[in-house]
């Protein structure tokens, strides 16, 4: 795959965004990989780097083997010489992660990455810096990522404690996905990764505080649809504006606070039909939000003038 020109000037880059698609489904719970193209053009319009793609956003782990190899197959034709293409490869099996690490290089993909156990928790941190290696080395020549969430995992250690270790052991270690709210964690990894592997940033919600640590680069659900805003932020940001970064990252927070009261993850899917790309339902064990509650939260989002927002901060972007 050819890397995206936002990849290739990484050391000189001020900010870049990668989404976490959602999967699309049709109604009846089937996949629906033929709207992928159209997702993959929708993100780079808005100014997007890259995806990452059968997270927890993408509900990778309610996906069948096939169907999340059919999945980053369809982002790989989507992505190639346009976007950077991560795949999620965690797996309560090691040798099932193995074969979607395998799978990832062999269609092309810039970067594999796992999520720390979500059933057992590791005996060890030698432990899990021994799982992360093996799947690492089933695509040896892919950058390899760990993704630190331990709201959904069973990691109980931190992930400045584990980057100098995987550092070390993994050849092809280019970094974490952060999604937690250990901020000095956070802040710890990038200090201790001197340049050697990236650290993105991953809550929505503290993107102003992850721009003030120093992030560089942020993974995260609602750049689905709100990319430009963020994008405009972290401009902003760059350019001494903080009170109005600020401002715009209590927009963001209102519009956040507003799904997550309406299904959560679900009411992020449902922003991304409302900002128009219909991704279809939930995959049990979650669900869809009601007729009412979508009613409900397309009102509050329409009250603090979120997609209009959206828009204008698209011409910001565009502009600069």
């Known amino acids: 795959m050819?890397?995206?020109?936002?990849?290739?000037?990484?050391?000189?880059?001020?900010?870049?965004?990668?989404?976490?698609?959602?999967?699309?489904?049709?109604?009846?719970?089937?996949?629906?990989?033929?709207?992928?193209?159209?997702?993959?053009?929708?993100?780079?319009?808005?100014?997007v780097a890259g995806v990452f793609v059968c997270g927890t956003t993408g509900?990778?782990?309610s996906l069948t083997i096939a169907e999340r190899k059919r999945v980053a197959e369809a982002w790989s034709k989507a992505a190639v010489g346009k976007l950077e293409l991560i795949v999620h490869v965690g797996h309560t099996s090691l040798e099932e992660s193995r074969h979607l690490a395998e799978h990832a290089e062999g269609i092309g993909a810039n970067g594999i990455a796992t999520i720390g156990p979500v059933f057992y928790p590791p005996a060890s941190p030698e432990a899990w810096l021994e799982y992360c290696a093996?799947?690492?080395s089933a695509a040896r020549q892919t950058a390899f990522y760990y993704y630190h969430?331990?709201?959904?995992?069973?990691?109980?250690?931190?992930a400045s404690s584990l980057l100098p270790r995987m550092?070390?052991?993994?050849?092809?270690?280019?970094?974490?996905?952060?999604?937690?709210?250990?901020?000095?964690?956070?802040?710890?990894?990038?200090?201790?990764?001197?340049?050697?592997?990236?650290?993105?940033?991953?809550?929505?919600?503290?993107?102003?505080?992850?721009?003030?640590?120093?992030?560089?680069?942020?993974?995260?659900?609602?750049?689905?649809?709100?990319?430009?805003?963020?994008?405009?932020?972290?401009?902003?940001?760059?350019?001494?504006?903080?009170?109005?970064?600020?401002?715009?990252?209590?927009?963001?927070?209102?519009?956040?606070?507003?799904?997550?009261?309406?299904g959560g993850l679900a009411g992020i899917r449902a922003t991304l039909g409302l900002s128009g790309l219909d991704c279809g339902p939930?995959?049990?064990?979650?669900?869809?939000?009601?007729?009412?509650?979508?009613?409900?939260?397309?009102?509050?989002?329409?009250?603090i003038g979120y997609f209009e927002l959206i828009?204008?901060?698209?011409?910001?972007v565009a502009s600069t």
């Open 2 to 47: 050819t890397t995206s020109p936002g990849f290739q000037e990484f050391e000189t880059s001020a900010f870049r965004l990668i989404a976490a698609p959602f999967t699309p489904f049709h109604a009846d719970g089937s996949l629906a990989v033929d709207m992928i193209e159209k997702y993959a053009d929708s993100l780079l319009a808005d100014g």
């Open 59 to 61: 509900e990778g782990m």
């Open 134 to 136: 093996r799947i690492a």
């Open 149 to 158: 969430m331990p709201s959904m995992s069973k990691i109980g250690f931190t």
């Open 167 to 262: 550092l070390e052991l993994i050849p092809n270690f280019k970094g974490i996905k952060f999604t937690h709210e250990d901020l000095p964690d956070y802040k710890k990894c990038l200090d201790l990764s001197g340049g050697n592997c990236e650290i993105f940033f991953g809550r929505d919600e503290l993107l102003l505080e992850g721009l003030e640590l120093g992030a560089v680069s942020a993974v995260g659900s609602t750049y689905n649809f709100a990319a430009p805003l963020s994008l405009n932020l972290a401009r902003l940001f760059r350019e001494g504006k903080k009170e109005d970064a600020a401002a715009s990252q209590r927009v963001c927070n209102r519009a956040i606070d507003s799904m997550i009261r309406h």
């Open 282 to 303: 939930m995959r049990l064990p979650l669900a869809s939000i009601s007729r009412q509650e979508l009613k409900s939260l397309e009102t509050e989002l329409l009250d």
């Open 311 to 316: 828009q204008e901060a698209r011409d910001a």
